[in-house]
Structure formats: structure tokens, C-alpha cells
């Protein structure tokens, strides 16, 4: 209780900052609601359906397109950092792409899956391929040279080098990839919503600014927040249990 409280202190105090400043200097500002009020609007929404649904179109979304990018990202970085002689081709084209920001691909991910899940789905698997492919491959290109010494003296196979000295070796590295492109996938939902579907937190509060209920827009951004700080929450909880169990 007292680290959660000691975690929050800082937010509190802003928000109570916030809310003494509309009775304190008499702040009448529409655009800016109280923080009472979103808080009200929040409470409201969370007895509705249709909340909820938008919730779990974005959860949906980020599972699925974080799950390709992790899939894919993971296994290449660590082969590409195994192979150096092969990694060094495909570096260059990952080094000019990486650079690009993902909602960038926004308009070319409507232009070719239109509208939709797949548009979505296409940013986030880029925005958080780059950060999870990365890690992997310098955890593999950091596996020291007494490592594959001992497995060639013994004889490892492949597979068992790989999974005895790679991976193990790099599962700090793959699992900072992950929490970075976790971070990365729920931003790139909420962009993709805002400019090209009709459901989801991101189109939540587009529409609201759109109709300028404030106090719904903000309920959506402190949502966002809340439950992109859980997904990271989780994934820590994960890391600390698998790598603790790896050691």
C-alpha cells in the first residue's frame, strides 16, 4: 500500500492542484474539464457497453499485431545476431526502416488493406517489430565467443547451442524488445483508430473531440493510460517470474 501511494503521490497532488484551481480562481473552462468531472464521465462510461467494446477492440488488436511482431522479431534477431555474417547484409535495410515513425504507414496501410482490422493490425506489427527485433539481435551478437567455444569443443548441436547459450543468454535483451514494442503497439493502436476505424479507444476519443464532450474525450485518455500501464505491468510481472526461473 505504501509503495502504491508513494507511486501516486505525485499524481494526486497535481490532480488536486487541478481541482482547488476551478474553486480557487474560479476556472469556467469547457474545454478543459475538472477533474471531478471525468472522473464522473469515467464512472458512467464504465456501466456502459459500448465502452467496453472499445476497450476490447483495442486490446484485441494490439494482441494480435504485438503477437506477429514478437513471432517474427524474435527468432530473426537472435538468428541474424548469431549468423553476423548474414546479419550484416540485412542491417542496412532494417537501420533505414527503423528510423521511420509507424504511424507514417498509417496511409499506406489504408491504402492497402483499406479500412479495418488488417490496416490496423500492419502499424502495430511495424511498431513494435523494430524494437523487439533489435533487442534480440544484440543479445545474440553479445553472446561472448567462450560460449560458442564450449559448445564447439563439445560438440552441441545447433539446437541445443542455441537454446542452452542463445536464448538464455539473451532473454534480458528479448524481454526489454518486448516491453518496449508492447509500449510501441498500444501507441500505434490508438493512432491507427484515430485516423482509420470505427471502433476502439482511439476512435473513442476522436469522436468525443470531434463532439467536443471533453469530459468523455479525457475519460478515454486517462484509460489509454491505465491500461497501457497494466499491459506493461503485466509483462514486467512475467519477465521477473520467467527469468528468475531461467537462472
Known amino acids: 500500500m505504501k509503495k ?5 503521490i505525485i499524481i494526486l497532488t497535481l490532480l488536486l ?21 471525468i472522473f464522473t464521465s469515467l464512472v458512467e462510461l464504465l456501466a456502459t457497453k459500448e465502452f467496453y ?6 486490446l484485441g488488436r494490439v494482441l494480435v499485431g504485438f503477437f506477429l511482431a514478437a513471432s517474427l522479431g524474435v527468432p530473426l534477431g537472435l538468428w541474424l545476431g548469431d549468423k553476423k ?8 535495410l532494417i537501420e533505414i526502416l527503423r528510423p521511420i515513425p509507424p504511424i507514417a504507414w498509417i496511409p499506406v496501410a489504408i491504402l492497402l488493406f483499406g479500412l ?9 506489427f511495424l511498431g ?3 524494437p523487439i527485433f533489435s533487442n534480440a539481435y544484440l543479445g545474440a551478437r553479445s553472446l561472448p565467443q567462450i560460449y560458442k567455444n564450449v559448445a564447439a569443443t563439445f560438440e552441441f548441436s545447433y539446437w541445443l547451442y542455441w537454446r542452452e547459450y542463445v536464448v538464455k543468454y539473451a532473454l534480458p535483451f528479448i524481454f526489454t524488445g518486448l516491453k518496449i514494442g508492447l509500449g510501441m503497439a498500444w501507441i500505434c493502436v490508438i493512432a491507427a483508430e484515430m485516423m482509420g476505424s470505427q471502433s476502439g479507444l482511439g476512435y473513442f476519443v476522436q469522436i468525443n473531440r470531434l463532439y467536443l464532450k ?11 493510460g491505465l491500461i497501457g500501464y497494466l499491459l506493461s505491468a503485466c ?10 526461473v531461467k537462472n
Open 4 to 8: 502504491i501511494l508513494k507511486k501516486s
Open 17 to 37: 492542484f487541478w481541482q482547488a484551481s476551478y474553486y480557487i480562481f474560479q476556472v469556467a473552462n469547457p474545454l478543459l474539464p475538472a477533474p471531478l468531472d
Open 53 to 58: 467494446f472499445d476497450i476490447f477492440a483495442s
Open 85 to 92: 555474417e548474414i546479419g550484416e547484409y540485412f542491417l542496412p
Open 116 to 124: 479495418g482490422n488488417s490496416a490496423a493490425y500492419f502499424v502495430i
Open 128 to 130: 513494435a517489430f523494430f
Open 214 to 224: 471533453t469530459e468523455r474525450m479525457f475519460s478515454g485518455i486517462i484509460t489509454i
Open 235 to 244: 509483462l514486467d510481472a512475467i519477465t521477473r517470474k520467467i527469468i528468475k
